[in-house]
């Protein structure tokens, strides 16, 4: 099983761009995918997640400036990040898990010890 993130680059700030996370080797489409990111010498965090059948879930940090979607029938998780700032600099991490979503709140799957298969991850940084 492996997750390709892709996307990532080099944007000023005010600016916008998208990540892709494609996965093979198995489906996810009962399964929460979600997005986490670290910057320079910070731990990771939890950036975004989305249920199998759309609903999302943001971390406080990106409320209103990113947006998660997915694609099932792509095995594809997008993250649109918008209004950039050069705090959002970070290596973004793409995350899927094993198990079935359900019986669990937003909260518990913001958690990064939920997810089973994470992406290589994809660089963006954002100029000032």
């Known amino acids: 099983v492996q997750l390709q993130a892709s996307g990532g680059g080099l944007v000023q700030a005010g600016g916008s761009l998208r990540l892709s996370c494609t996965a093979s080797?198995?489906?996810?489409?009962?399964?929460?995918m979600g997005w986490f990111r670290q910057a320079p010498g910070k731990e990771r965090e939890f950036v975004a997640l989305?249920?199998?059948?759309?609903?999302?879930f943001y971390g406080d940090s990106v409320k209103g400036r990113f947006t998660i979607s997915r694609d099932n029938t792509k095995s594809t998780v997008y993250l649109r990040m918008s209004s950039l700032e050069p705090e959002d600099t970070a290596v973004y991490y793409c995350?899927?898990?094993?198990?079935?979503?359900?019986?669990?709140?937003?909260?518990?799957?913001?958690?990064?010890?939920?997810?089973?298969?994470w992406g290589q991850g994809t660089l963006v940084t954002v100029s000032s």
């Open positions: 080797g198995r489906t996810f489409t009962r399964n929460i």
């Open positions: 989305a249920w199998p059948l759309g609903r999302t």
């Open positions: 995350a899927a898990d094993a198990n079935v979503a359900g019986g669990r709140s937003d909260y518990y799957y913001a958690g990064q010890g939920v997810y089973d298969y």
